[in-house]
């Protein structure tokens, strides 16, 4: 056993932690401005209302997340980060794009001008950086699993044109039904919580048969992605397939997504919130467990790209410090929020 | 443009633009947070108010600091790979740090943002307190990584890798205390006289009205004490630059020949050509006073260093005499505000007084970009002071010039957008009375749904 858990793997499984806790937090925010997309029928305001409202106090510390998990990466494991940053520098750039663009248009269309015209654009580039980003992040996280990360990019070849090293890694066609995974997992984690914050039972019914829909988007990428991981990332649809933990996270994968079906049918929202979020969880695991020892796979392991075992130690007990600080915090805004249903327009 | 000058001229940009938002996340808590105290002390509604639309300000501008920082984590990477390679496991710990830094801030932000009545009047200003403390925290912690890229220490060297790590005493390199405390110290007096140079401003149009004399005072009360200690701490600060960063000193002060009993140049053009600083007024021993507390130490020209190994002398030499001339002026309006103070009269009732606020009010924020320049720029050719060269750090990834043009962009349009948002309908331009205020709605409203009180 403690063969297996080094420190570099337990902060690696840290940073799996922390962007399982994006994926289900962050990732139902960015799922919010999704169904803000597509708002539609009579209750399309309140709709939108009831999002915003989900979305407000809390989507600024949810996305400390993923800074948590980018700072731990360069600061832990440097030289993936260096290979990261280098060969997915384009997809990248977009996603910081969609990101400051969601953010900034949440926040100014919560301030500006309650003037339709001003609403509508800043709704607009909300809702379509909500969609991009997801799309992306699900991108660049295809690449790595892929294998297609290499550490000397831009570095060895001479004749290594531009788009073998700064645009094929990711532009295949399993990176992309990662990022449509990515995208309908987000879409249905938001429709899932919006249906427990919903106080009024139509609206709980639009947003039961959004998750529904994404609920059927998600398995149906998922699916597609294991099935062009056959071809373009053989390992790991290997690890995915045969790995020790295969059985077991397929099987939680399916009854969990069986069992969210069946709440959301049964109108128990509060039991589908819980399985919705173990079956998005188990999906992201998959990854990793997959693709272990390796962390950026057929170029870095965990144990060569790791820090030198002083920074390793210091960061363990910062971090075991700073989840002293963080969780009773996060449990007091979330209480504070999401102890009952918000109030309807 | 070429690759390096393009990741240069971006990082550049996107530290600049991100200083401004967090300066004000920095020190615009506690002038919340001071409003809010003195509400529940003495019941004034006013200073309800105050907090309240203070908090919109902050609220935006905070957003716009949280996007425009994680721009910053990924550039560290996407513009400096090499260098994140081979600093990271150093300069690591107060990024983490910082990391658990914004975690409280986030959290306790959307506490006292949307908790006004959701939560009682005590735990509501203890939201408040947490996000001052944990806003000043996260400058500390980075400015620390910043310090160690000026003074590296907590390793050794064995040909030319790091070795025996120790982030520890890497966090605390000799430039951190200056560094830290001039920086703290700067976002306090850099937004106290701005906001109440804003107050001034309309107090000089309406004079009396109560809401701008709360403002105006409670401002000056976070910003003139640290404008005064600004000179102060900047002593400090030069001393610790002429002991650990000699050529940056000579930069600063455009001083090309070793000499003792060097003079102090205000203001003056130095040129690299002929090696002179001209058209500067000239104090006679006044640097090597200041820099070593004695008029005839030796201070070091440029002249010492490999012309390969010196800064830009212009800009670093121009954006420091910016910065101190601006941190004069500001602290002399603000030992005015004491005076004033002392003397238990009003400022508001000094017109002269709130015409001289409104002047220095722009002021904090370019003395910042200006002292940002100095030493960001007077540390080139290095990104690790002595050890690691800004151009050995660059991505290989060519066409930077294309993320650079991309970037600028998107900060024209954030900055306009969050000027027109902060300064829009309710503006204090056009400050509705106080009881619609009182109402605003809290909830966004959407379009599409029932306009409200408005
Ligand atoms: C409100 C803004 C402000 C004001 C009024 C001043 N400064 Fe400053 N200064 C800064 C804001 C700033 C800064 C932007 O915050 C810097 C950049 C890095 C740092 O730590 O602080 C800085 C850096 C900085 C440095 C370089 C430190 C380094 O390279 O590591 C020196 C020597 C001084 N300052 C000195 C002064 C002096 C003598 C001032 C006299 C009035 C002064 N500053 C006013
Ligand atoms: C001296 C320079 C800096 C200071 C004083 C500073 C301070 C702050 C503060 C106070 C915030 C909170 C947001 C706000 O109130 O606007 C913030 C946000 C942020 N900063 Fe900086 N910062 C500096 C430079 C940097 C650098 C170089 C990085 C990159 C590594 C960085 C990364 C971030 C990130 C990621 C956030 C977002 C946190 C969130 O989501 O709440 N900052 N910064
Ligand atoms: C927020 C306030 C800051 C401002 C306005 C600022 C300004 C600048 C400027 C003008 C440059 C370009 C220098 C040149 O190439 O001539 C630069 C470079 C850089 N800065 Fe800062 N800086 C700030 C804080 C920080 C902090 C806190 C860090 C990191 C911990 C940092 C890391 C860097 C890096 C890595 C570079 C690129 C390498 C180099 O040019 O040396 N900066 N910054």
Redesign the interface.
């Known amino acids: 056993m403690s063969e297996l858990f080094t420190l570099p793997v337990v902060i690696a499984g840290i940073m799996v932690v922390s962007l399982n806790a994006y994926v289900l937090l962050a990732g139902a925010d960015f799922g919010g401005g999704v169904w803000d997309f597509f708002a539609s029928g009579p209750r ?3 709709q ?2 009831l999002i ?2 989900a979305i ?3 989507w ?2 949810n ?2 997340w ?3 998990v ?3 990466l ?3 494991f ?2 993936a ?6 060969t997915l ?1 384009i997809p ?2 977009i996603m ?2 969609g ?2 663009m969601r ?2 248009a ?9 003037r ?1 015209a001003v ?2 654009r800043w ?1 607009l580039v909300f809702a379509v950086a909500s969609l991009v980003t997801p799309v992306i992040l699900g991108v660049c996280v295809g690449a790595i699993a892929a294998g297609c990360i290499p550490t000397d ?3 060895t070849f001479a004749s290594e044109t ?1 788009r073998d ?2 645009i094929a890694p990711w532009l295949t066609a399993f990176s992309f039904a990662i990022g449509a995974t990515t995208l309908a997992l987000f879409a249905q984690l938001a429709a899932v919580y919006l249906t427990v914050e919903a106080a009024d039972p139509e609206l709980q019914d639009d947003f039961r048969r959004r998750a529904l829909i994404a609920q059927g988007g998600a398995l149906a990428s998922a699916l597609l992605a294991l099935v062009l991981a056959q071809r373009e990332a053989p390992a790991l649809s290997e690890g995915l397939l045969r790995g020790w933990q295969s059985i077991p996270l397929l099987a939680t994968v399916s009854v969990s997504a069986a069992a969210t079906a069946w709440f959301l049918h049964q109108r128990r929202f509060r039991h589908a919130r819980v399985s919705a979020a173990i079956q998005a969880s188990a999906i992201l695991w998959g990854w990793p467990l997959a693709q272990f020892p390796w962390l950026l796979p057929r170029h870095l392991t965990i144990e060569t790209a790791a ?2 075992a ?2 390793l130690r ?2 363990a007990i ?2 075991a410090i ?1 989840a002293l ?2 969780f009773p ?2 449990f ?2 979330f209480r ?2 999401k102890s009952r249903p918000a ?1 309807t ?1 | 443009m070429s690759d390096l000058l393009a990741a240069r001229t971006q990082m550049a940009m996107s530290l600049a633009f991100h200083i401004i938002f967090a300066v004000v996340g920095v020190a615009m808590p506690v002038l919340m947070v001071v409003a809010e105290r003195r509400w529940q002390r003495h019941g004034d509604r006013i200073h309800l108010e105050l907090a309240k639309r203070w908090s919109k300000g902050t609220a935006i501008l905070f957003a716009v600091g949280a996007v425009s920082g994680t721009v910053l984590s990924f550039e560290l990477g996407l513009l400096w790979p090499r260098f994140m390679e081979y600093a990271g496991p150093v300069i690591g710990m107060p990024f983490s740090l910082e990391g658990f830094a914004f975690f409280t801030e986030a959290i306790f932000l959307g506490v006292y943002l949307y908790g006004w009545d959701r939560i009682s009047p005590r735990a509501h200003l203890f939201a408040g307190i947490m996000v001052a403390i944990s806003g000043t925290a996260s400058a500390v912690f980075v400015v620390t990584a910043n310090a160690w890229m000026n003074t590296p220490t907590g390793f050794d060297l064995v040909d030319g890798r790091m070795v025996n790590i120790d982030p520890i005493a890497a966090m605390l390199n000799p430039a951190s205390f200056p560094q830290t405390l001039h920086m703290t110290l700067a976002s306090f007096a850099a937004t106290g006289l701005a906001v109440a140079g804003i107050h001034a401003f309309l107090l000089l149009r309406r004079p009396n009205d109560p809401f701008h004399r709360r403002a105006l005072n409670i401002a000056l009360l976070v910003g003139a004490p640290a404008a005064i200690l600004m000179p102060v701490s900047g002593d400090i600060s030069a001393r610790y630059v002429a002991k650990w960063q000699p050529a940056k000193l000579a930069a600063m002060e455009g001083q090309f020949a070793t000499e003792r009993g060097a003079p102090l140049r205000i203001g003056g053009i130095p040129n690299e050509e002929d090696r002179t600083t001209r058209w500067a007024i000239e104090v006679p021993k006044a640097l090597s006073l200041l820099a070593f507390h004695d008029p005839n130490a030796e201070v070091k020209g440029l002249d010492a260093f490999p012309e390969a190994d010196w800064p830009p002398v212009l800009i670093v030499h121009l954006a420091f005499q910016v910065m101190v001339g601006l941190g004069s002026m500001m602290a002399i309006v603000s030992l005015w505000s004491l005076w004033i103070r002392w003397r238990k009269r009003e400022p508001s009732e000094h017109r002269n007084f709130l015409r001289a606020v409104v002047l220095v009010s722009p002021m904090g924020f370019i003395a910042i970009e200006a002292g940002w320049v100095v030493t960001e720029v007077g540390r080139q050719p290095w990104i690790v002071y002595n050890i690691f060269r800004t151009a050995d750090a660059v991505t290989p990834m060519p066409g930077l010039v294309y993320p650079l043009v991309l970037f600028t962009g998107i900060y024209i349009f954030l900055a306009l957008s969050s000027c027109g948002c902060c300064t829009g309908r309710s503006s204090t331009r056009r400050r509705p009375p106080i009881s619609a205020l009182a109402n605003r709605p809290r909830v966004p409203r959407i379009h599409g749904s029932p306009p409200m009180s408005r």
């Open positions: 399309r305001a309140a939108r209302t915003a409202d407000g106090p809390v600024e510390a996305h400390v993923l800074i948590l980018v700072v731990l360069f600061t832990c440097p030289a980060f260096a290979a990261l940053s280098i520098h990248l750039v910081l794009v990101i400051v953010g900034a949440f926040t100014f269309r919560t301030y500006d001008s309650q339709d609403q509508n709704s990019a831009g570095m531009f090293a700064y820090s030198p002083p920074t210091l960061i910062a971090l700073g600080l963080l915090s996060l007091y805004l504070v929020f109030r327009a």
